[in-house]
């Protein structure tokens, strides 16, 4: 049982690149989400999804995109990246929204 | 005011001591409440839900405050692994969806 995976795990960007970020999970999750973590910020929330086919804006959402075509895999976007997007992110999937969350392991981008 | 509020710390304590975190939200509708522990450079990992009863797991104790709006962990006889970043997770519904919003942390050090 593999939980969430987020793939890749480490990346390093030029400014202006794209990339998308995979999260996959197995638990049969309804809820997705993705959020950033900066030092002295906290988590963030970027977008999230609800189920299979919704998407929705969170706390900081701009220049970035994502996609939920299938329940088990929520995609984050970068169309063109930049040194503010420098970060850790991590996708974490929910039942229901009203139970705990489980966490993927982390992307480390960095924008250069 | 910030939604979710933790005193960031850190806590400096010896083993075996007892510690208290406590974590303020500012929306009274929220509904659901959680204690995540994150390692260094680790995804956030659930610790414990928060009952309005309260609840205990071993050594920790959480309890839910609504009428102050608070939420509160304690940890008893700390051991050098409990050393990490505790983090306060309030969950509110927001047009059918729950939207779960962390503290920034509250850092932990435990030392022998």
């Known amino acids: 049982n593999a939980g969430v995976t987020q793939t890749p795990k480490f990346r390093v960007l030029k400014t202006g690149q794209s990339m998308t970020l995979l999260c996959a999970q197995d638990m049969n999750h309804e809820y997705m989400y993705w959020y950033r973590q900066d030092p002295g910020m906290g988590l963030r929330l970027i977008h999230y999804s609800v189920g299979e086919g919704t998407t929705a804006k969170g706390e900081v959402p701009d220049g970035y995109n994502v996609s939920r075509l299938k329940k088990q895999n929520f995609l984050l976007g970068l169309e063109s990246a930049a040194p503010s997007q420098t970060s850790v992110y991590f996708c974490?999937?929910?039942?229901?929204?009203?139970?705990?969350?489980?966490f993927g392991s982390g992307t480390r981008l960095t924008v250069v | 005011r910030k939604e979710v509020e933790q005193d960031p710390g850190p806590f400096n304590v010896p083993e075996g001591a007892t510690v208290a975190f406590n974590c303020t939200y500012s929306?009274?509708?929220?509904?659901?409440f959680f204690w995540y522990r994150q390692d260094c450079r680790k995804e956030p990992k659930l610790l414990m839900s928060?009952?309005?009863s309260g609840n205990e797991d071993g050594r920790f104790t959480a309890q839910l405050n609504r009428a102050s709006q608070y939420i509160s962990l304690l940890i008893r006889d700390s051991k050098l692994s409990d050393s990490a970043t505790y983090l306060c997770v309030v969950n509110k519904g927001t047009g059918g969806s729950y939207i779960p919003t962390f503290g920034r942390g509250t850092s932990l050090i435990v030392h022998p």
């Open positions: 928060v009952y309005s």
């Open positions: 929306n009274s509708a929220s509904q659901s």
């Open positions: 974490a999937s929910s039942p229901s929204g009203t139970y705990g969350y489980t």
